[in-house]
């Protein structure tokens, strides 16, 4: 890549990660454009679709929270990994206002840019939650698309400014429930 296309391609994801945190998922791309000092078609030819910007944005926590799954399965007790490994990827998909329903919708469509990062972290999750469920931690009615599903519920409740003060109680009553019905789960 030319010098000043990698300056405009750091450039657009810089200023993409503070209008998608300000303005959520559905954000301007053409107000993403003119904040970042760049053209519309630039932005086009780096990242030819929302999703494949979106993709790009949250690649890089995806990657860490598959990494963190691999690292708490070794040094955490199986509740405890599921339970941090939750936390962290409801924490993740919430950094984005609104991405929640890209990430739901891009699971089942693998021509989506979000498809394989988000199929990954699923499988991620996955392994933690069979985990729990073969320690007797965890419910055994719930499979990886239950887990994935709640994280997007999760997610969407801190989105909401009604329900973002009782997020946390709300993260602690779902994971209890994950968990054998244990209070708090956290």
């Not at 296309?5 to 750091?10: I, M, S, T, V, W």
């Not at 997020?167 to 994971?175: P, R």
Request: aromatic share 4%; with cysteine.
């Amino acid at each position: 890549m030319r010098a000043d296309a990698k300056k405009n391609y750091d450039q657009l994801l810089v200023v993409a990660a503070a209008v998608v945190t300000e303005q959520g998922a559905d954000a301007s791309l053409r107000d993403i454009a003119r904040r970042a000092g760049v053209g519309l078609a630039t932005l086009y030819r780096h990242f030819p679709t929302r999703e494949a910007l979106l993709e790009t944005l949250l690649r890089a926590g995806f990657d860490e929270l598959t990494a963190k799954a691999a690292e708490l399965e070794t040094s955490s007790s199986a509740e405890d990994a599921l339970v941090t490994w939750l936390r962290d990827c409801v924490g993740c998909a919430h950094s984005y206002r609104g991405v929640t329903e890209h990430m739901m919708a891009a699971i089942d469509d693998p021509e989506s840019a979000l498809h394989a990062s988000c199929v990954t972290m699923r499988a991620a999750g996955t392994r933690l939650l069979r985990r729990a469920q073969d320690a007797g931690v965890a419910r055994g009615d719930i499979d990886g698309g239950d887990l994935f599903a709640l994280v997007g519920a999760l997610a969407w409740l801190n989105d909401q400014p009604s329900l973002a003060p009782r997020a946390d109680h709300l993260f602690g009553v779902i994971a209890g429930t994950i968990l054998n019905g244990r209070a708090g789960g956290a």
